[in-house]
C-alpha cells in the first residue's frame, strides 16, 4: 500500500520560513515523481513544485520561485522550503505521487498524480 505523508507545517510571521517534508512507502519503482500542491480556503489546488526522483530535473511554480525551493535527500524524502512567507501563502500544502511518469521531467497538473497525502496546513499571520 503506497503512503505519502507531509509533515512540518504550522503558524508563522508575515516573512518567515517553514521547512515541509514528504515522506512516502510502499512504492517499489524508482521511476516516479513527487510533487507540491497547496489549496488555500476558497480556491482550487495548485501545483507549487516538484521533482523527478530518478533524475535531478526540478520545477518550481513561477508565482513562487523566487521563495520557495525544493530538494530531496537520500532517503527520498522531498522537501520543499518556504520563504519569505506571506498571508496568501496560508493554505493546506499537500503531497503526491505520480506512478510511472511518461516524460522525463516532472509536472505539476493535478491529474496526473496517483496518491495523495492528507496534507499539512501552512498559516502566515501576525
Request: aromatic share 12%.
Amino acid at each position: 500500500q503506497v503512503q505519502v505523508a507531509e509533515s512540518g507545517g504550522g503558524l508563522t510571521q508575515p516573512g518567515g520560513s517553514l521547512s515541509l517534508s514528504c515522506a512516502t512507502s510502499g512504492f517499489t519503482s524508482k521511476f516516479y515523481n513527487i510533487g507540491w500542491f497547496r489549496q488555500a480556503p476558497g480556491k482550487e489546488r495548485e501545483g507549487v513544485a516538484c521533482t523527478t526522483m530518478w533524475a535531478e530535473r526540478t520545477y518550481v511554480a513561477e508565482s513562487v520561485k523566487d521563495r520557495f525551493s525544493i530538494s530531496k535527500d537520500a532517503k527520498n524524502v522531498v522537501y520543499l522550503q518556504l520563504n519569505s512567507l506571506k498571508p496568501e501563502d496560508t493554505a493546506v500544502y499537500y503531497c503526491a505521487l505520480e506512478a510511472s511518469p511518461l516524460a522525463g521531467t516532472c509536472s505539476v497538473s493535478r491529474s496526473v498524480y496517483n496518491y495523495w497525502g492528507q496534507g499539512t496546513r501552512v498559516t502566515v499571520s501576525s
